[in-house]
Nanobody, 119 residues
Framework: QVQLVESGGGLVQAGESLRLSCAAS????????MGWYRQAPGEQRELIAT???????VYADSVKGRFTISRDNAKNTVYLQMNSLKSEDTAVYYC?????????????WGQGTQVTVSS
């Protein structure tokens, strides 16, 4: 069983930065795609960034150029560096581990960390 633990959320002012971290237990981190999602009140959970096994990254248009996802396989940790934060970035941020096992999609989720950006 994989456990994901996020940290680094908090309250910041618009224009400031935060770095989220997500530490994974187990031994499958380095062979899994990692991602960050967020969910604002009354909204659906949305994908904002993923990083593949080889380090390839994909970003939602809303965060492109401001957020950077990275991974450290030696620490079983994925990061989300968030710069130039806006009030619309306020949400609960979730870490995701994704892999395909016997042709089935398998997803693990963290408990979420709150990010609040005041304008």
């Amino acid at each position: 069983q994989v456990q994901l633990v996020e940290s680094g959320g908090g309250l910041v002012q618009a224009g400031e930065s935060l770095r989220l971290s997500c530490a994974a237990s187990g031994s499958i981190f380095s062979t899994s795609q990692m991602g960050w999602y967020r969910q604002a009140p009354g909204e659906q959970r949305e994908l904002i960034a993923t990083i593949g096994i080889g380090g390839n990254t994909v970003y939602a248009d809303s965060v492109k150029g401001r957020f950077t996802i990275s991974r450290d396989n030696a620490k079983n940790t994925v990061y989300l560096q968030m710069n130039s934060l806006k009030s619309e970035d306020t949400a609960v941020y979730y870490c995701n581990l994704h892999r395909v096992v016997l042709m089935k999609q398998v997803n693990y989720w963290g408990q979420g960390t709150q990010v609040t950006v005041s304008s």
